[in-house]
């Protein structure tokens, strides 16, 4: 009974989203549950990834192929401590799988936004108020599987890493290992600044998990020095390949119906010899824990690295290059 009544929520959101949205009819497909579709236009594949459903929740993802968004809209009441989906863009490239230590520079880049109910916002707007009101639990990020072994780094269950790229959260969402602050890193890519925790989840998968110290509705950096602190510190082997990457958003919890949207999303990889950034090493200490701006109680712990402005601009010089080439 349980499972026929989210199976009747998804199909009747599926039959009824154009009518309740006609403004959105430009969508090319609407995917529920653990569907999933591939756009013609430019290879991307779009998942709705209700993977951990609770009932009478729901998950539904909407496309548009051309240019390529999605809106994902959402509803789990159950269970706030735990993940029920993530749905998500993911991206392709000739150069996946690529070692960890043979990457020159990794591009990605988003546009998102999320709110309470069921009507897609513009890009960049976040009503923070309305997620708060409905008791909203979600976080937003990148998701990076890596692995020795470039069969199962391209597939999300077998990887024995996963590096996630948090840009935004919500509610009581928490990274795995926040508790232990194992890390007790910052990196600074642009003006971004990022907490570096560590953690195992259910399955045994090492998962290095990135933190933006404040939502970030748009980004567009290059990411490979938050790759390399990883690796040339031990946190994950220099021959680990780069199997799959992704965007998207994992939902927790929701007094109600939540739509996140994504666009401008994009990922290039350039391959070649690493180049040698500073990114810092392990601290041997930590400075005195501080409570984060937006979790009274929760506390990082904090030790500074940051990308040289020298080797930013070099890098930037060489990405120019690359996509003038």
Known sequence: MLLLGHALAVTLWARHIAARHPAHSQYDATICGLGSYTSSSDNLTFNSNAWNPDSPGFQCL?????????????????????????????????????????????????????GPGSTPRPALNVDSTGLADRDTVANVAFDIFADRNTANAQNETTAETEIMIW????????????????????????????????????????????????????FAAEISP??????????????????????????????GNVTFSASDFGMTVVTGPAPNLAVGSLPTSCAKPEAPPDESGAVSLHARGSWPSRVAITMFVGVVAYFLS
């Open 226 to 255: 938050l790759l390399q602190y990883l690796w040339r510190n031990g946190l994950v082997s220099a021959g680990s390949n780069i199997g799959l990457v992704s965007f998207g958003s994992e939902a927790y919890h929701s007094e």
């Open 62 to 114: 909407s496309v548009q192929d051309s240019p390529p968004k999605f809106d994902a809209t959402w509803a789990w009441a159950d269970d706030p401590g735990s993940v029920h989906s993530y749905p998500h863009v993911k991206f392709t490239s000739p150069a996946l799988p690529v070692t960890l230590s043979n990457i020159s520079a990794l591009l990605l880049s988003v546009k998102w936004s999320m």
């Open 167 to 218: 840009l935004g959260k919500y509610g009581s969402a928490k990274p795995l290992g926040f508790a232990l602050e194992r890390t007790c890193f910052n990196q600074t890519i642009s003006d971004v600044e990022f907490v570096l925790y560590q953690g195992h989840n259910a399955r045994g998968t090492n998962v290095l998990t990135w933190m933006s110290t404040a939502n970030r509705t748009s």
